[in-house]
């Protein structure tokens, strides 16, 4: 049935053209033998053509736009006929009789546009005459084209400043009240069409399908009403006095009465566009006033948002325009108008209001970036509206990001906003994964900005906004969170907590026990995450605290000293073993008790290797993790300097023990002489135990033959002989540095015995080996080449 009606449309268009083209042709013949009686008769009825009332606007658009341009040419004709023989107001007579009134207004419009241009009689009259005459079309396609004609022809003839159709007579007045009567009437029109069928409609179709096409239809003529308020634009004397007392309130007075929301939207819009930002700001309390006025179904929110995002942009164009939006009082009126607009509908969605009060925000931070109170008021505002309603999804939590957003890129300071009292209530309507994007946002808005937030109370309310990144939420779908992301936000968290500093260390320290309250509600997929960030702040308050004067009063209970510290770190550590993650705590509980050597603090030392011991002995089960775990602990404790001879034997004995019941032979053989360092530290007078590390390396060897025997039990060869070499290298390490318990028939042994099993028939090959033993070698024969004591200690080496 649609189809049909599309066919049949096409059917008409064409027979209408058809029409068009025989007529302007005999018209044309007419011109051109100067018959102006036939030339009309043939125009008037190729203009009859647009009395079709088959068409759509779109396809009667098409049949206008070829009879307009047949038009132009009657015109040029007419403008030459004048200047001859034929008298204009004889012509404007003429064309009065033609039989139909659709051609004989096209034609009166037509001739009435040459009638201005000769200046025979005041253009205020004729322009008069002719809005008058066009009335007598009220079949709204047809007298919205007509009248679109006239506006065409007759908008570089209006009596403007500076026109040439200016004069005693005619004046700017003149032009503005034909353009609204003009716009009045289309409008008028334009209304009117919502009551009658579509084009192409069939009953079939229902009421909500004809519907539909109707505002389709409407929508496609919408512009031929609005340019005349483009062309009232236009006009040079509208003043702003004239503007405020005649062209907004007749406009206004329009719009408001003729109660349909697609004109009354539309039309609301056009004026905001068209007319310049400094009326609007003048006569903002008129505009305004109307908003409650229109229709509850008219999407106010977009209007007033495109008048708020145009005075923005206004303010920003220039400061010396800021005074005036002081002097009007812009923001109050703003604001009492969005309120009454709220308030007058009721049933408007929290998307609107949130929206409205978006765009008031953008404009407030624009024109008044001082008042911190303003902002303050539209989020208070904006909590009011929201309340009640539960949790945000959608569209509306996307508009209330927008909005807390605002503050953070228009000051760079998240210290802003933590002034804002309601701005963690408008965060708290937010639903969880919104809630994690606006806490990101804060987050990277105080990286972007290097931020420095300097006291424990804004480090607090900070983390109560962005809680959604460091605790666990009600409805927290961490199980089903891509991990990547999830790695990502709480790496942002990591930054965000090693940025957090303080000159003075006792406000230092209440910022890391604020830290420490918020971030130990995070659960155990967070801490991992959270803690060592805090922990490595932590260390360097130690650090700072400890280079600071000794002498320094600790009679304080709350003074910020190691110790006070130290113990709040064992205790933030013990929960993450908890949680668990043993490698990550033992790694730093070693780091903790390397701050303490540091502080010369041994007990606290002792402790935090006491804590690292048990972590390795009762949640370390992993053969790899063992490895790495102990590594850490040797590397650790050799670096020590504060423990007595008493504790460190006792953790170098401990070390040792766990380095003989790894796992593989190669690990404990690694382990072993790794340990044979904790019995000789360079640069400590007194740790230079020779035989105890000659003990170590003995210890290495016996476990690197017994792996060599495995090795021929179970594959049938002696295995890779790499271990032998790795300890020749320690052998050759400590003999440099002294150790008199090396010696040079202890070494030849080692190198005979790496020669003989790499020569060995049951050797496997290993050119890795085979690569170290020969830069092993070369190192000795540089050493024998340097000369002096050196050259003298290696010589006796046979190579």
């Not at 068409?55 to 009657?74: G, I, N, Q, T, V």
């Not at 009567?181 to 179709?205: C, D, P």
């Not at 020669?755 to 033993?773: I, K």
């Given at each position: 049935?649609?189809?049909?009606?599309?066919?049949?449309?096409?059917?008409w268009?064409?027979a209408?053209?058809?029409?068009?083209?025989?007529n302007?042709?005999?018209?044309?013949r007419?011109l051109?033998s100067?018959n102006?009686?036939?030339?009309?008769k043939?125009?008037a009825?190729m203009?009859?053509e647009?009395?079709?009332s088959?068409?759509s606007?779109?396809?009667?658009?098409?049949?206008y736009?070829?009879a307009?341009d047949?038009l132009?040419?009657l015109?040029?004709?007419?403008?030459?006929e004048?200047?001859?023989?034929?008298?204009?107001?004889?012509?404007y007579?003429?064309?009065?009789?033609?039989g139909?009134?659709?051609p004989?207004?096209?034609?009166l419009?037509?001739?009435?546009?040459v009638?201005?241009?000769?200046?025979?009689a005041?253009?205020?009259d004729?322009?008069k005459d002719?809005v008058?005459?066009c009335?007598?079309?009220q079949?709204?396609?047809?007298g919205l084209?007509?009248?679109?004609?006239?506006?065409?022809?007759?908008?570089?003839?209006?009596?403007?400043?500076g026109?040439?159709?200016?004069?005693?007579?005619?004046?700017?007045m003149?032009?503005?009240?034909?353009?609204?009567?003009?716009?009045?009437?289309?409008n008028?029109?334009?209304?009117r069409m919502?009551?009658?069928?579509?084009?192409?409609?069939?009953?079939?179709?229902?009421?909500a399908?004809?519907k539909e096409k109707?505002e389709?239809?409407?929508n496609e003529?919408?512009?031929?009403?609005?340019?005349?308020l483009?062309v009232?634009?236009?006009?040079?004397?509208?003043?702003l006095e004239?503007?405020?007392d005649?062209?907004?309130p007749?406009i206004?007075?329009?719009?408001?009465n003729c109660k349909d929301?697609?004109?009354?939207?539309?039309?609301?819009?056009?004026?905001i566009?068209v007319?310049?930002?400094e009326y609007h700001l003048q006569?903002l309390?008129t505009l305004l006033?109307?908003?409650p006025?229109?229709q509850p179904?008219v999407d106010?929110k977009?209007?007033?948002?495109?008048?708020?995002?145009?005075?923005s942009?206004?303010a920003?164009?220039?400061?010396e325009?800021?005074?005036?939006?002081?002097?009007?009082?812009?923001?109050?009126?703003?604001n009492n108008?969005?309120?009454?607009?709220?308030?007058?509908?009721?049933d408007m969605?929290?998307?609107?209001?949130?929206?409205l009060?978006?765009s008031l925000?953008?404009f407030?931070?624009h024109?008044?970036?001082?008042?911190l109170d303003?902002v303050?008021?539209?989020?208070?505002?904006c909590?009011n509206?929201?309340?009640?309603?539960g949790?945000?999804e959608?569209?509306t939590t996307?508009?209330?990001?927008?909005l807390?957003?605002?503050?953070?890129?228009k000051?760079?300071?998240i210290d802003?906003?933590l002034?804002?009292?309601?701005?963690?209530?408008?965060m708290e309507?937010l639903?969880?994964?919104?809630?994690?994007?606006?806490?990101?946002?804060?987050?990277?808005?105080?990286?972007?900005?290097?931020t420095?937030?300097?006291?424990?109370?804004k480090?607090?309310?900070?983390?109560?906004?962005?809680?959604?990144?460091?605790?666990?939420l009600?409805?927290?779908g961490?199980?089903?969170?891509?991990?990547?992301?999830?790695k990502?936000?709480?790496?942002?968290?990591?930054?965000?907590i090693?940025?957090?500093y303080n000159?003075?260390p006792?406000?230092?320290?209440k910022?890391?026990?604020?830290?420490?309250?918020h971030?130990?509600t995070?659960g155990?997929?967070?801490?991992?995450?959270?803690?060592?960030?805090?922990?490595?702040?932590?260390?360097?308050?130690?650090?700072?605290?400890?280079?600071?004067?000794?002498n320094?009063?600790?009679?304080a209970t709350?003074?910020?000293t190691?110790?006070?510290?130290f113990?709040?770190?064992?205790?933030?550590i013990?929960v993450l073993s908890?949680?668990p993650?043993p490698?990550l705590?033992?790694?730093?509980?070693?780091?903790c008790?390397e701050?303490?050597?540091?502080?010369?603090?041994?007990?606290?030392?002792?402790?935090?290797?006491?804590?690292?011991?048990?972590?390795y002995?009762?949640e370390?089960?992993?053969?790899?993790?063992q490895?790495?775990?102990?590594?850490?602990?040797?590397?650790?404790l050799q670096?020590?300097?504060?423990?007595?001879?008493?504790n460190?034997?006792?953790?170098?004995?401990?070390?040792?023990?766990?380095s003989?019941?790894?796992?593989?032979?190669?690990d404990?053989?690694?382990?072993?002489?790794?340990?044979?360092?904790l019995?000789?530290?360079e640069?400590q007078?007194?740790?230079?135990?020779?035989?105890?590390?000659?003990?170590c390396l003995k210890?290495a060897?016996?476990?690197?033959?017994?792996?060599?025997?495995?090795?021929?039990?179970t594959?049938g060869?002696?295995?890779s002989?790499?271990?032998?070499i790795?300890?020749l290298?320690?052998?050759?390490?400590f003999?440099?540095?002294?150790?008199?318990q090396?010696?040079?028939?202890?070494?030849?042994?080692?190198?005979?015995?790496?020669?003989?099993?790499?020569q060995?028939?049951?050797?496997?090959?290993?050119?890795a080996?085979d690569a170290f033993?020969?830069?092993?070698?070369?190192?000795i024969?540089?050493?024998?080449?340097?000369?002096g004591?050196?050259?003298e200690?290696?010589?006796?080496?046979k190579?």
């Amino acid at each position: 049935m649609i189809s049909d009606g599309i066919e049949d449309e096409e059917k008409w268009l064409t027979a209408g053209i058809a029409g068009l083209q025989q007529n302007a042709f005999y018209m044309h013949r007419a011109l051109d033998s100067n018959n102006i009686k036939d030339a009309l008769k043939y125009s008037a009825q190729m203009l009859s053509e647009l009395r079709t009332s088959r068409l759509s606007p779109h396809k009667y658009y098409e049949l206008y736009m070829r009879a307009f341009d047949e038009l132009r040419k009657l015109e040029i004709f007419f403008k030459e006929e004048s200047r001859r023989s034929c008298s204009i107001i004889e012509l404007y007579e003429l064309v009065q009789h033609a039989g139909n009134i659709l051609p004989r207004l096209y034609l009166l419009c037509t001739v009435g546009s040459v009638y201005i241009k000769s200046k025979e009689a005041p253009a205020k009259d004729i322009l008069k005459d002719l809005v008058e005459m066009c009335r007598g079309i009220q079949h709204p396609l047809r007298g919205l084209f007509l009248r679109s004609y006239l506006s065409q022809v007759s908008r570089d003839k209006l009596p403007d400043i500076g026109s040439e159709y200016e004069g005693d007579e005619n004046t700017v007045m003149d032009a503005v009240e034909f353009v609204l009567q003009n716009f009045t009437e289309m409008n008028k029109l334009w209304v009117r069409m919502q009551h009658q069928h579509a084009i192409g409609y069939s009953g079939l179709q229902g009421p909500a399908r004809e519907k539909e096409k109707r505002e389709k239809e409407r929508n496609e003529l919408r512009d031929l009403v609005g340019k005349n308020l483009h062309v009232l634009s236009q006009i040079e004397g509208i003043d702003l006095e004239l503007y405020k007392d005649i062209v907004l309130p007749r406009i206004l007075e329009q719009v408001v009465n003729c109660k349909d929301d697609l004109a009354q939207y539309y039309l609301m819009d056009c004026l905001i566009q068209v007319f310049p930002d400094e009326y609007h700001l003048q006569t903002l309390e008129t505009l305004l006033g109307a908003c409650p006025q229109l229709q509850p179904s008219v999407d106010i929110k977009t209007v007033l948002s495109g008048l708020m995002e145009r005075l923005s942009n206004y303010a920003a164009s220039s400061v010396e325009v800021l005074p005036e939006f002081v002097q009007v009082e812009a923001f109050a009126k703003l604001n009492n108008a969005i309120g009454q607009v709220i308030e007058a509908q009721p049933d408007m969605p929290v998307f609107g209001a949130v929206t409205l009060y978006s765009s008031l925000l953008t404009f407030t931070l624009h024109v008044h970036p001082d008042r911190l109170d303003y902002v303050d008021q539209i989020l208070g505002a904006c909590v009011n509206k929201i309340s009640g309603k539960g949790k945000l999804e959608g569209k509306t939590t996307k508009q209330i990001v927008a909005l807390l957003s605002a503050p953070l890129e228009k000051y760079s300071d998240i210290d802003i906003a933590l002034k804002l009292s309601n701005y963690p209530l408008v965060m708290e309507y937010l639903d969880d994964s919104t809630n994690k994007v606006m806490s990101n946002v804060i987050i990277q808005s105080i990286m972007k900005n290097k931020t420095h937030i300097s006291t424990a109370d804004k480090v607090g309310a900070l983390f109560e906004l962005i809680k959604g990144l460091i605790k666990d939420l009600d409805s927290d779908g961490n199980d089903e969170m891509d991990e990547d992301d999830f790695k990502e936000e709480q790496n942002f968290v990591a930054r965000l907590i090693q940025m957090l500093y303080n000159n003075d260390p006792e406000e230092m320290l209440k910022i890391i026990c604020t830290v420490k309250k918020h971030i130990m509600t995070g659960g155990p997929k967070r801490l991992p995450f959270t803690i060592p960030p805090l922990i490595y702040n932590a260390l360097k308050l130690v650090r700072r605290v400890q280079s600071q004067d000794e002498n320094a009063s600790e009679e304080a209970t709350t003074s910020a000293t190691p110790k006070k510290i130290f113990q709040i770190l064992n205790q933030t550590i013990e929960v993450l073993s908890t949680v668990p993650v043993p490698d990550l705590a033992l790694r730093l509980y070693l780091e903790c008790a390397e701050a303490a050597n540091d502080c010369d603090l041994e007990p606290v030392a002792y402790e935090f290797f006491t804590q690292a011991y048990i972590l390795y002995e009762e949640e370390i089960s992993d053969s790899k993790a063992q490895v790495t775990a102990l590594y850490l602990i040797i590397g650790t404790l050799q670096r020590m300097h504060t423990f007595g001879v008493e504790n460190r034997d006792t953790l170098t004995h401990k070390a040792t023990g766990y380095s003989a019941k790894l796992l593989k032979k190669p690990d404990q053989c690694r382990a072993v002489y790794a340990c044979s360092h904790l019995f000789w530290v360079e640069d400590q007078d007194g740790i230079k135990d020779g035989e105890r590390v000659l003990l170590c390396l003995k210890r290495a060897l016996r476990i690197a033959n017994a792996a060599q025997q495995m090795a021929n039990v179970t594959k049938g060869s002696s295995g890779s002989v790499i271990l032998f070499i790795e300890i020749l290298n320690k052998y050759l390490y400590f003999f440099e540095k002294g150790n008199t318990q090396i010696t040079v028939a202890s070494i030849q042994g080692l190198i005979e015995l790496v020669t003989t099993e790499m020569q060995s028939d049951t050797a496997t090959s290993d050119p890795a080996a085979d690569a170290f033993f020969s830069s092993t070698m070369r190192y000795i024969q540089s050493q024998k080449a340097k000369g002096g004591a050196t050259a003298e200690k290696f010589e006796p080496i046979k190579v």
